[in-house]
């Protein structure tokens, strides 16, 4: 069985590839028998040759071909008709977050088997995180559960990595509340937040991509492209209230925690309502760009920050 994976949640593609590499090439995983190729860089000649050799030491070989969206037309004429008479010693996997590509691919590689790696729609956030918990044996309210998906979006990757985190700082907890989300991810995630916003408003747009220039500059841009948005929805509510309330009041409506909330309020004095209202525009456009498969993480990332220093 050779597999096509569309959609732009890199999670569900992991999670697979991790199950079929354990069926494919054993527990202990032959690297002689993997190969890992990327359309537009690798000839086809080269990925051919690999499906067609017999396995070493695995019961089949397998092979993963990143970017599908890239190959050439005649690259493509050579790996439909592979698919149409593929070996039963090997297995292919390709990999598309292109939505405009999602489509003809479907329809090009139909002897491959479609998996759909989409994101979590909003309301379906809440209930994974829940269950993500309850794999680890442990129970979390519904408003910890809100608090961690406002600033981790709907992004797999990210999120696994927060319950991750907490489950670990609340060890010995049975129940997962604010409090945990707040000790372990909103310290960090204000700090990092602020951070950025002065690398923005000083236009330091160099700094600002620093650390992007690693391997997981991907996941990266995503969890900051959320801090972002997310920092910049807490000046716009803050803004947008009423004068002459106290800080208790604030705090509730704008759904900013109180040790944070006086460094928010003047941070938000630095911007107009006009301001916040155009920075989010370019953040939710990339957003939209990301969960669309148009733009990656990185890509998008330093879009909007060479947008927000251009502002």
Request: hydrophobic residues 40%; proline residues 3%.
């Amino acid at each position: 069985m050779n597999y096509l994976l569309i959609g732009p949640e890199e999670y569900l593609k992991r999670q697979f590839l991790g199950k079929l590499k354990k069926s494919v090439l054993g527990e202990t995983g032959s690297e002689t028998d993997l190969g890992i190729f990327t359309a537009g860089s690798t000839p086809i000649s080269e990925i051919l040759a690999f499906l067609n050799t017999m396995p070493f030491t695995s019961k089949k070989r397998l092979a993963i071909l990143n970017n599908i969206d890239e190959i050439s037309t005649d690259e493509k004429d050579s790996l439909v008709r592979y698919l149409s008479s593929p070996r039963e010693s090997s297995v292919l996997v390709m990999k598309t977050s292109s939505r405009e590509s999602r489509k003809s691919a479907e329809k090009i590689f139909l002897p491959a088997k479609i998996i759909k790696c989409d994101r979590l729609k909003e309301r379906e956030v809440g209930s994974w995180i829940q269950k993500e918990f309850a794999a680890r044996g442990k129970k979390i309210s519904p408003p910890a559960a809100a608090l961690i998906a406002e600033f981790a979006g709907n992004d797999l990757l990210l999120l696994k990595n927060e319950i991750e985190k907490i489950a670990a700082f609340a060890l010995k907890s049975a129940e997962i509340t604010e409090k945990h989300v707040e000790e372990i991810c909103l310290r960090s995630a204000y700090k990092t937040a602020f951070e950025l916003i002065d690398m923005v408003l000083g236009k330091k747009l160099a700094e600002a991509l620093l650390p992007l220039r690693d391997l997981s500059a991907g996941e990266k841009s995503h969890r900051m492209l959320n801090l972002l948005a997310w920092q910049f929805r807490a000046f716009m509510k803050i803004k947008n209230l009423p004068k002459g309330l106290s800080r208790d009041e604030i705090s509730r409506l704008s759904g900013v925690k109180k040790y944070f909330l006086e460094k928010t309020i003047r941070e938000s004095g630095r911007f107009t309502v006009r301001q916040l209202a155009k920075n989010l525009e370019i953040i939710l456009e990339a957003d939209f760009f990301i969960k669309n498969g148009k733009m990656s993480p990185q890509h998008a990332f330093e879009r909007v920050l060479v947008g927000l220093c251009a502002g």
